[in-house]
């Protein structure tokens, strides 16, 4: 049997095509896929081919943030049953090297990430009508938890592990750059960790309109006068740079006090970094990379609707419209999360 999938084939070169899909053996699952969101790293294999040195060499489907149906499972799957609503998970640990036996997972030396070129030949992603899975990707999410939502879980969970790296939030003045999609999931991953207080920076009036709605304190222009957070050294304990942008970095370096903590998300190349700063401030930079447990801890979040995520989704629109989604996506004046609508 085939089923629908969308490649990128290269830069700016995205095409719907056909791709096998097997019946699930005794441990998998079969997936009809509801939603798909669009990340940054999909937007980076469309309009650049690649991100540094990692290019895509063979037509690869993309996708990684995705959700839907179990149309069948194999004999042995007891996570799930046929009609469950799940939040599929990304990644492949081997389980095997001394990453995975010393618990970090996401570090693993064989990983198999969806939708990734790291790897020869690559590892295909989820935009498809139908997927089979490993019964330990899934994800159970109640039925009443809309699809939309259900897809976030990824997002959120590398914004959750983001939050781990940073230590105790609670009660802790919250920094955040860049108020995309990631910024905007870790403002709602700060809150339920415990800050008291969060500002988000932004160029975009959309992003900053987003924040507001999402519970940021304030939301400011980081192109505007932030003198009054200079004062005294800095106002705020704890940043999380998700803009990836080498001025939000400098001067979120002024408004921090000592002893405080950067959590990079937010990948840029090459920074400029000033090392006087980091030593008289006695700044942490630290960074974060996907996740582990906390895909689970997403989508029990998700599950519970305590997080307040639907003015995160901007637009879902039906597959066969995947060009139209990829260039709204990356109209950061026009759209937060695109989301794509499969069968
Ligand atoms: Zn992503
Ligand atoms: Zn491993």
Redesign the pocket.
């Known amino acids: 049997m085939q089923t629908q999938a969308l490649f990128c084939h290269g830069e700016k070169d995205l095409r719907l095509g056909m791709t096998a899909l097997d019946a699930p053996t005794d441990n998998q699952i079969d997936v009809r896929v509801e939603r798909g969101?669009i990340?940054?790293?999909d937007l980076h294999y469309y309009a650049h081919g690649g991100f540094g040195v990692i290019r895509i060499q063979q037509p690869m489907i993309l996708g990684?943030?995705t959700a839907g149906i179990i149309e069948a499972v194999g004999k042995n799957v007891t996570k799930a049953k046929v009609g469950d609503r799940i939040a599929l998970n990304p990644s492949l640990h081997c389980g095997k090297c001394s990453y995975c036996e010393a618990g970090l997972h996401h570090h693993c030396a064989d990983m198999r990430f969806y939708g990734s070129a790291m790897r020869n030949p690559h590892i295909h992603g989820a935009f498809r009508d139908r997927i089979i899975i490993e019964q330990q990707q899934a994800e159970i999410i109640p039925a009443h938890v809309s699809p939309e939502e259900a897809a976030l879980c990824?997002?959120l969970a590398?914004c959750l592990h983001a939050v781990t790296r940073a230590g105790s939030l609670f009660g802790k003045k919250v920094l955040i750059t860049g108020c995309g999609p990631i910024g905007a999931l870790t403002l709602l991953a700060a809150r339920y960790a415990g800050a008291s207080h969060i500002t988000v920076l932004d160029i975009a009036e959309k992003a900053r309109k987003t924040a507001l709605d999402l519970g940021a304190d304030e939301a400011l222009d980081s192109r505007g006068d932030l003198s009054v957070y200079k004062q005294n050294k800095g106002f705020f304990d704890v940043c999380f740079e998700a803009s990836g942008n080498n001025q939000a970095f400098l001067t979120a370096i002024e408004l921090l006090k000592p002893q405080s903590t950067i959590v990079q998300l937010g990948l840029g190349g090459e920074f400029t970094f000033p090392v006087n700063a980091l030593v008289a401030k006695e700044l942490a930079w630290r960074g974060t990379f996907r996740f582990d447990s906390e895909f689970a801890l997403a989508a029990k979040l998700v599950s519970k609707q305590v997080l307040n995520l639907k003015p995160l989704i901007s637009d879902v629109l039906p597959l066969k419209d995947y060009q139209k989604a990829f260039d709204l996506a990356l109209d950061k004046g026009k759209s937060m999360k695109v989301q794509l609508a499969f069968s």
Do not use: A, L, R
Request: with cysteine; proline share 11%.
């Open positions: 969101g990340c940054g790293s990684h943030e990824e997002p590398v």
